[in-house]
């Protein structure tokens, strides 16, 4: 090649990179931000990240390290599931919680069980897993069930888990790296400018999960968890601010005695009273999902009898009107609203669960809408 044409070549390629980089620089996801109302019968949010790697597997980072990320992601706890370890008691490490469990590597995929003091040996682990998890009063999470590279396998099974994940980050990463990496090739260019543009750009509504979970809640109970996954690669706080984990209110575990306030997060999870937001889409604070059956109120992850009034409410300041609220009975679209609330009589036996949507910009062409928050389900009887 001659010099002028590897010229040219540098020249065009620098003016590709500048241009992403300042378009990406001053893009946002979403064009209006979402400020949460105090609620009466709430203290603040309490929000964390599942599934995290550290150096005793295959993360990058320590308990310190990875403490330092999630108060700089605005966390009050992490769930550090190293693989096939024992965990390290609860900590509290620069005010963050770092509740414990394991990621059991078996030949059928990868189960997480969360709030276990100690570890299987390999033949345990490899026998019957869920039996190991429920013996030492864990509580068993499938994780990244369709992912191409580590599926989940045991079918037969599956409803021995109290949950699936139905969001991972590094899933979101190993997508990414399939051919034709267009919407890689985006995000790397971008990364430098917009870490938060650039990581959310390769998030998708993971519709063939999302369809596995409503079969599987329609059959028996089965929640919904979103995951982190994160290794410290790209780095734990970029991670920790996607794919964020809710604990609904007003229960939040805040004694500031690590071990029981382990306990009770583990509890709050396997009873289902969390949802998932993707935060670059908004502070999901606001959000809130019950239902009422007579006088009794239900939390997410509760039953039922119909009929039965199921209740969404969005408290914040304002709701653009990109916001869209979704009820789904078994998968299947209800009911939807474009209001700050929804109320729906369930009269059918079903898993009904919420999802909202919001209209989000992609990096480069368009528009597109996709979901924000995903509620865990009621089941009505
Ligand atoms: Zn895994
Ligand atoms: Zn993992």
Known sequence: MSARRALTAA????????????RSAH??????????????????????ALHVH???????????????????????????????????PPAYIDGVLLARGVELSTTVGHLLALGVTGAPFVVEREADPFRWTHANAGVAVIAHPLTPARPWTEWARVQEAAAIEILSGDSLFHEALRP???????????FPFNRQTALFSLYDRPASVLQLWDKLA??????????????????????????????????SPRSGDAAADAATLVNLIAAGETFCAVEALGDAHGFR?????????????????????????????????????VLLR?????????????????????????????TAHRLYFGDRETTWIYSN?????
């Not at 020249?11 to 300042?22: I, K």
Request: aromatic residues 8%.
């Open 54 to 88: 550290t150096v005793r597997s295959d993360g990058r980072g320590d308990d310190a390290a990875v403490a330092r990320a999630a108060k700089r992601a605005n966390l009050d706890f992490v769930i550090v599931t190293d693989h096939n370890v024992p965990p390290l």
């Open 27 to 48: 893009r946002t996801v979403v064009d209006s931000v979402l400020v949460p109302l105090p609620h009466p019968s709430d203290g603040p949010a309490y929000r964390g």
């Open 377 to 381: 389900p009621l089941w009505v009887r």
């Open 289 to 325: 999902f019950e239902a009422r059956s007579g006088d009794r109120f239900v939390p997410m992850g509760g039953a039922v009898d119909a009929p039965a009034a199921l209740a969404v409410r969005l408290f914040y300041e304002d709701v653009p009107s990109d916001v869209t609220i």
């Open 11 to 22: 020249a065009v390629v620098g003016l590709v990179v500048t241009v992403c980089g300042v």
């Open 180 to 190: 034709p990496w267009s919407s890689l090739m985006a995000a790397l260019l971008s």
């Open 330 to 358: 078994d998968g299947v679209e209800m009911h939807r609203s474009k209001t700050a609330t929804l109320d729906f009589i369930a009269t059918q036996p079903g898993a009904y669960r919420i999802e909202i949507r919001r």
């Open 218 to 251: 329609a059959q028996g109970r089965m929640l919904g968890l979103c995951s982190a996954d994160a290794h410290g690669i790209p780095p734990y706080k970029d991670v920790f601010e996607q794919f964020v984990l809710h604990v609904a209110q007003p229960t």
